[in-house]
């Protein structure tokens, strides 16, 4: 015990693991953060796991399956169609009694906040875990939001953990923590824990017999009004008598430290980073540190006695300041509201370092010399060396589409676009809008109502994604149909989620562990919403999909038309290579070409490239998948089959 | 001797999304928890992986973060000529700097200077030709690995790769890659 009454840590699971391993007694193995946390709800016996892929979260799921497979369990997974439905699917389960687990990235949580705050309400009955993996850059999203603010809106707990061992850990004490107090938890990786890689110690299973019961109980599970103000105040003592047990949990430690002059409060990656950084600059073990695991309900007591203890605070978390604002008594905190911390960006150990030395300047503390790279930076600017930002892939057939597109209806047309892939269609000017999933459907309804009110008739044609139209396009359509608007909608189906990782959707008709389900086709789904004009093609017959284009806009002006929907139909070029391998068309660049460079801004395939030195465009024969779509690309027909 | 599993390393690994820089960064992780060291790294996932720079942290001995901050990286090997550039910050005083280059003199002027006064001994190797020489292209991560185990200062024996790599190979490859680690071991540039 040290001065703050708290236990010192200091990396005990860590050693505990390491000498398991040497003792030969538990077998071992280097796993990501989200392959961890898989292993943690396996081991937790979790029976229910439902999902919607979205980095950083997406390599969860297929973990659950590998280890089910492995240890022969009867797990019910799912790629559930989105995070709403995922989240009621495995809430269901914990009606029954049964472990329920649902996993998704930060924004899906906007999709499933209906559920989350009224389950906070309703509780639940077997242990119910929400994974909720934060994105703090964003290095693959479209916000840096904090997910702890959300367990704060719900009034539900939520754990942060700072390393792959730790996430695995916290994802039974969440399971026990929401069995004993019958609430949903929050489990909140940040990206820097998900995408880590870690020696992992594998624990046996827990074995729950938990048949299914569901209790009738409509007090609490169909609670009108009236009942809802007694979950309301139930759900205020819950979070009471759950935050007197974080005083004292062992998910909050303290590292001691003798310069009481300044503290740091850290939680999750930002923990971790200041752990090591302090080490680096040989103040390992000088100040207190305390981290914090369990940001919400924040543990007063124990923070205001830390804070009591130290001179200054430091508090360190990401991507918001959480903790911060729920500290009381700020008049001795260093943080983000006086500017101390950035408020935008992740918290790298570059940023965390810069934190820490200006703070030791002002302590007038002398560091050791360190590397200096500054010099480094403007070196390497002069080198001007190319950027690389993410394209399609050669032979994508979200290319193929886009360019087609673009040639019939030309840059005055409006184009709303989703999330997936095909977001880079970005580079192709090809994508106008990009606001969430299913935005495409609703952002072309809205601006067609926008300009119709003036009497003007401008082009939209808007793109999604199959696994984004099943996601959230499907409501959207059947609201466009109702209220008249008038659009173009591709739907740009490559029969799987690509960017995530490959995850089969409701289309395909397969299931998460690979067996086959029943499928929902697409085109079924837009029938049903009431579209009268479906077609699908495969948009390498560019000539042909360009003539299909040109029919749906007609249709989409005539007075007895509507939506177009054209499915765009052709698998990703990642998820099956085959049909290019058995049917390719290798494809050559005249000497008549003559540079102007055309083919690689309309089309923008990586395997088009400018040779300088002949001053005309060759093929990346190591890149190019002869798909043989760019020979539509050449307007002076200088691409040709070789 | 130091016993192994005390090491302690800090490695970048850098490249562009094909060029096995996560597959390189493994072989080093599982050769670490053969010899009984913690490991902790990071890894570009999602739209970065389209075409974009990869980057690998890895951090061998007992470490709370996955990351490694600039100035501070003990090795760094990039199978890339332009990201190894972007990635030499991360390079401490008198660490070691590997790239898979041809090119005798690869390094730009200034930046060379920059190496020489932090004492940072910087080699580069052509891996992509041995790679192309036997026919497998995508080995060329192999080759470059070869080669860097080839230097005393690198902490990891020719034979813990070598064993891993046996291990860890997909059979298809398993050949062709034990070759590419050989013939840059032992520097048939």
Request: net charge negative.
């Amino acid at each position: 015990m040290d001065a703050f009454g708290c236990v010192r840590r200091c990396f005990a699971i860590g050693a505990l693991a390491a000498r398991n391993h040497l003792l030969g007694e538990l077998r071992q193995e280097v796993l990501l953060g989200n392959e961890a946390i898989a292993r943690g709800i396996v081991e937790s016996g979790c029976h229910v796991v439902a999902s919607y892929p979205g980095t950083p979260s997406s390599e969860i799921l297929p973990a659950v399956v590998r280890f089910k497979k492995e240890l022969g369990l009867a797990t019910h997974v799912e790629w559930s169609i989105n995070e709403k439905v995922a989240y009621e699917v495995a809430l269901a389960a914990s009606y029954t009694g049964k472990r329920g687990a649902v996993i998704m990235k930060q924004v899906g949580l906007n999709v499933a906040a209906d559920p989350l705050m009224s389950s906070a309400y309703t509780g639940v009955k077997g242990g119910f875990v929400i994974i909720c993996c934060d994105d703090p850059g964003p290095h693959s999203s479209q916000t840096e939001q904090d997910t702890r603010f959300f367990a704060m809106f719900a009034k539900v707990p939520a754990l942060d953990p700072s390393s792959p061992r730790e996430a695995k850990e916290m994802v039974k004490a969440a399971f026990e923590l929401s069995e004993k107090h019958r609430m949903p938890v929050i489990l909140r990786p940040a990206i820097r824990v998900s995408h880590a890689r870690q020696n992992i110690t594998f624990l046996p299973v827990q074995e729950l017999e938990r048949p299914a019961d569901f209790e009738k109980d409509p007090g609490r599970w169909a609670a009108t009004p009236p009942f809802r103000y007694i979950l309301h105040k139930e759900l205020n003592k819950k979070l009471a008598s759950i935050e007197e047990e974080f005083e004292k949990s062992e998910l909050n430690a303290c590292d001691e430290g003798q310069d009481h002059t300044l503290g740091f409060i850290a939680g999750g990656t930002s923990y971790s980073v200041l752990t090591d950084t302090l080490r680096e600059l040989g103040l390992d073990g000088r100040f207190p540190i305390l981290k914090i695991g369990t940001p919400h309900p924040l543990p007063q007591k124990l923070v205001a006695d830390f804070v009591a203890g130290c001179n200054q605070v430091l508090i360190l978390e990401e991507p918001d300041a959480v903790i911060e604002l729920q500290v009381l008594d700020k008049h001795k905190v260093l943080g983000r509201h006086n500017g101390v911390v950035p408020s935008a960006g992740e918290l790298t150990p570059e940023v965390i370092s810069q934190i820490v030395t200006a703070e030791m300047d002002k302590l007038g503390l002398e560091l050791p010399p360190e590397t200096d790279t500054r010099e480094l930076a403007t070196l390497v600017a002069d080198l001007d060396l190319p950027v690389r930002r993410p394209r399609l892939c050669p032979g994508c057939m979200h290319r193929a589409a886009f360019f087609a597109m673009k040639r019939v209806l030309g840059s005055n047309a409006i184009y709303p676009s989703d999330i997936g892939c095909y977001t880079l269609g970005l580079n192709l000017k090809a994508v106008d809008t990009c606001l969430d999933m299913g935005g495409a459907v609703t952002i072309a309804s809205g601006l067609y109502q926008a300009y119709h009110q003036d009497g003007k008739d401008v082009p939209i044609a808007a793109t999604i994604g199959d696994s984004t139209f099943l996601h959230a396009g499907v409501p959207a359509l059947a609201n466009a149909v109702h209220n008249q608007a008038r659009f173009i909608l591709i739907i740009l189906d490559n029969s799987i989620t690509a960017m995530t990782g490959m995850q089969p959707t409701a289309d395909s008709g397969i299931l998460a562990d690979g067996r086959q389900g029943q499928r929902v086709a697409i085109k079924d789904l837009v029938r049903a919403c009431g579209v009268g004009f479906i077609e699908e093609m495969d948009p390498y017959r560019v000539r042909d999909f360009e003539a299909l284009v040109k029919r749906a806009r007609e249709y989409s002006r005539q007075p007895d038309g509507g939506i177009a929907v054209l499915i765009a139909k052709r698998p990703c070029v990642l998820y099956d290579p085959t049909p290019l391998q058995e049917n390719p068309v290798r494809v050559a660049v005249t000497e008549e070409c003559d540079g102007c460079q055309y083919c690689q801004l309309a089309f923008e395939c990586p395997a088009l490239v400018l040779n300088e030195a002949l001053d005309r465009v060759v093929i990346d024969r190591r890149i190019c998948v002869n798909c043989g779509v760019c020979i539509e690309a050449c307007p002076k027909e200088c691409i040709v089959e070789a | 001797m130091k016993p192994s599993n005390e090491m302690d390393l800090k490695l970048i690994l850098s490249g562009v999304g094909g060029q096995g820089v996560l597959f390189a960064t493994r072989i080093f992780s599982e050769s670490a928890l053969a010899l009984g060291c913690d490991i902790l790294g990071s890894e570009t996932h999602g739209m970065s992986q389209r075409g974009g720079s990869v980057i690998s942290h890895l951090k061998i001995g007992v470490y709370a973060s996955p990351l490694i901050r600039h100035g501070t990286a003990d090795v760094l090997i990039s199978f890339d000529e332009d990201e190894v550039y972007r990635t030499l910050a991360f390079v401490r005083r008198g660490g070691l700097c590997f790239v898979n280059s041809s090119r005798g003199d690869f390094w730009d002027a200034g930046v060379e200077a920059y190496l020489a006064r932090n004492e940072i001994t910087a080699h580069s190797f052509g891996a992509d030709k041995i790679a192309l020489e036997l026919g497998s292209p995508r080995s060329s991560n192999l080759a470059l690995i070869g080669y860097a185990v080839s230097v005393p200062q690198l902490p990891f024996g020719h034979d813990e790769i070598k064993a891993t790599i046996e291990r860890i190979t997909p059979s298809r490859f398993r050949v062709v890659n034990l070759e590419a680690f050989e013939a840059g071991y032992r520097r048939e540039q």
